[in-house]
């Protein structure tokens, strides 16, 4: 069963450093991959999502994915964070032809001053 | 905004009951989801509908079932209520079912179940 690993369930950095959120995923074959944001007390919103067409995808709000097929990972970066980048973010993988998502365990973001 | 309205948003209600969630989802989308995020379980799949059939089942319990109407709009059933049933359950939709298109999630429906 394909499954995805968000490695570091809390991640704090500083305003103005560099954020990287990192996700590894199982698959045998490639599979559409994709980051969301949950901001506090509010529904999941999509960040970006790898279909295979790029392997460098850029989202919205500054951030960017690679697809790295030789190390399975699909980690999350934004060169700058915000105070306003505070949030819970969710690694996802959609196996094949099905529509449902497999989220990982989630990372909480936390930009200090 | 995602366009998708799910209601009630919260509901406290006691073990051994129903409850029913509603889920509208966006103008045009035919395709619908249910997901419930838990502490001890994360965001997990539960079931999808497509244009009124059942198209995926997750780890959805058999007390709990689902419908999609003519109209799209979809309820999720949850019976014999237990406390472990405490979670915050999602609706999500998308234009079709099996492509990589963007999921756009409600804002949720928080039970708690005493």
């Known amino acids: 069963a394909q499954s995805v690993t968000q490695l570091g369930s809390h991640v704090s950095v500083s305003e103005g450093a560099l954020v990287l959120l990192r996700c590894n995923y199982s698959?045998?074959?490639?599979?559409?991959l994709f980051w969301y944001v949950q901001y506090p007390n509010q529904g999941l919103q999509l960040l970006l999502k790898?279909?295979?067409?790029?392997?460098l995808v850029k989202g919205i709000n500054g951030f960017e994915a690679e697809f790295k097929k030789s190390e399975t990972s699909f980690h999350l970066t934004k060169p700058s964070a915000h105070m306003s980048d505070a949030a819970e973010y969710f690694c996802?993988?959609?196996?094949?032809?099905?529509?449902?998502?497999?989220f990982g365990q989630g990372t909480t973001l936390q930009v200090k001053p | 905004d995602s366009g998708v309205t799910q209601t009630p948003k919260h509901l406290i209600t006691a073990t051994g009951q129903r409850v029913t969630l509603r889920c509208s989802p966006r103008?045009?989308?035919?395709?619908v989801y249910w997901y419930q995020q838990s502490l001890d379980q994360g965001l997990q799949f539960l079931i999808q509908?497509?244009?009124?059939?059942?198209?995926a089942k997750g780890n959805i319990l058999e007390r709990f079932s689902a419908q999609q109407f003519p109209d799209l709009h979809s309820e999720l059933n949850l019976s014999s209520l237990e406390l472990g049933d405490s979670a915050l359950y999602f609706c999500?939709?998308?234009?079709?079912?099996?492509?990589?298109?963007?999921?756009?999630f409600g804002p949720g429906t928080r039970l708690t179940v005493l």
């Open positions: 103008s045009g989308d035919l395709s």
């Open positions: 999500a939709s998308s234009e079709t079912s099996g492509s990589p298109g963007e999921q756009f």
């Open positions: 509908y497509y244009n009124g059939e059942e198209r």
């Open positions: 790898y279909t295979s067409a790029a392997t």
């Open positions: 698959s045998s074959v490639p599979p559409y």
């Open positions: 996802a993988v959609r196996p094949g032809n099905t529509g449902k998502l497999i």
